[in-house]
């Protein structure tokens, strides 16, 4: 992941991919980029969440297969210098 090489990284289920486990509002916690649920669900809807670079507005939208680069990272950012890698483990 060039130029993300410096972000924070958690780690994650591939196995979670699709459900509720790894909504947006729960990825957001998960990797410490906001400290509730509540609150990036405020982000989502003023449009400050993006995940791989796309603005995200839903905040019922859940990460899956879809949405993975390399098959196993998922990059999610709030506002515009805050950045987390999600790593798939299996």
């Known amino acids: ?3 993300l090489g410096e972000a924070p990284r958690v780690s994650a289920s591939r196995a ?3 459900s509720p486990r790894l909504d947006l ?3 957001l916690v998960l990797c ?3 400290k509730s649920k509540s609150e990036a669900r405020t982000h989502i ?3 400050a969440v993006a995940v791989n670079q796309r603005i ?3 905040a ?3 990460l899956s297969a879809d949405d993975l680069l390399a098959n196993r990272f998922v990059v999610l950012r709030r506002g515009k210098k805050n950045y987390s890698l999600i ?3 299996d």
């Open 1 to 3: 992941m060039a130029g």
């Open 16 to 18: 979670d991919l699709g």
């Open 25 to 27: 509002p729960s990825a």
């Open 32 to 34: 410490g980029l906001v």
């Open 45 to 47: 809807q003023n449009g």
């Open 56 to 58: 995200e507005h839903d």
């Open 60 to 62: 019922r939208r859940v």
């Open 87 to 89: 790593e798939l483990q």
